[in-house]
């Protein structure tokens, strides 16, 4: 009787470390939730803020030009020529 009041209390025992111990992780999630929370915030006020830098170099489609009409024509002097 004595063995199995012995065994009983050490399952016990074990019961109570292993409920201490979730506890214990479940605090420590809710803790980072709590700091995800203020960082996702965080990042969304930064995302707000570059929207509104970004929206200063916004252009029209009608004032863009093509990169080749900006670009001044060369003729080369040096033509080479063709190898047969």
Do not use: C, K, W
Request: hydrophobic share 45%.
């Amino acid at each position: 009787m004595t063995v199995a009041s012995d065994e009983q209390a050490d399952g016990i025992a074990q019961v109570n470390v292993a409920v201490s111990q979730m506890d214990t992780v479940v605090q420590q999630n809710s803790e980072l939730v709590v700091q995800l929370a203020s960082l996702a915030g965080a990042l969304q006020d930064h995302a707000n803020q570059l929207n509104h830098a970004v929206e200063q170099f916004r252009v029209e489609e009608a004032d863009v030009m093509d990169a080749s009409d900006a670009l001044p024509s060369v003729q080369l002097g040096y033509q080479p020529e063709p190898a047969y």
